[in-house]
Structures are given as structure tokens and as C-alpha cells.
Nanobody, 115 residues
């Protein structure tokens, strides 16, 4: 299972970014796909997920008023982040798994939000 993230960068507070997680069609149909983030010195935090097949998007309460998760027909899962805040600074990872067990991870993409 291969997952490739992209789209991170350095932005200012209030800006938007869209992260991409490229997977195969088989991966998308077989596994749930999630986004996590990990800030320096902090534990990894769940951000959002799509059920296998790319359905039923779910976003963590902490970001649900600013972030959305979606997919396109090219088997890319997106994390749209609006109204970014400095506390959103982290490495963002996508992962594939079932039943809340995430066995495959991408390499991560850095998001840095300056104040």
C-alpha cells in the first residue's frame, strides 16, 4: 500500500492550503483513508478520514469548521484547510487502514503557518 502526500508549505495565518494524498484505486476501495498531523513535541492527532470507497467523510471536532476531506476520480484524497492558524503547524500524514488500525503511512508533508 503506497500513499504519497503533497501540498504542504509555508503560509500565513488565515491562508488556505490543500493537501493531496495519492493512492491506488485498490487502496481507496479496500481501506479507510485518514489524515493525521504531528506537531513538534506533541502526540499524533487525528484530523479526518474517508471510509473505504471514498465515502462518509469525517473531520475531527477540533478542525471541522475549517477543514474538509474529499476525493476525486483520480484516487487522490484531499485535505482542504482554510483559515489556517499557527497551531496548525505540523507534519501532516495520510494513512490507510481498517477498524481504526492504520497500517500504512505516507512520508508526510510539512505545513508551517506563520503568525
Amino acid at each position: 500500500v503506497q500513499l504519497v502526500e503533497s501540498g504542504g508549505g509555508l503560509v500565513q495565518a488565515g491562508d488556505s492550503l490543500r493537501l493531496s494524498c495519492a493512492v491506488s484505486a485498490r487502496t481507496l476501495s479496500t481501506y479507510n483513508i485518514s489524515w493525521f498531523r504531528q506537531a513538534p513535541g506533541k502526540e499524533r492527532e487525528f484530523v479526518g478520514a474517508l471510509r473505504r470507497g471514498g465515502h462518509r467523510p469525517h473531520i475531527a471536532d477540533s478542525v471541522k469548521d475549517r477543514f474538509t476531506i474529499s476525493r476525486d476520480n483520480a484516487n487522490i484524497v484531499y485535505l482542504q484547510m482554510n483559515g489556517l492558524k499557527p497551531e496548525d503547524t505540523a507534519v501532516y500524514y495520510c494513512a490507510a487502514g481498517l477498524y481504526e488500525t492504520w497500517g500504512s503511512w505516507g512520508q508526510g508533508t510539512q505545513v508551517t503557518v506563520s503568525s
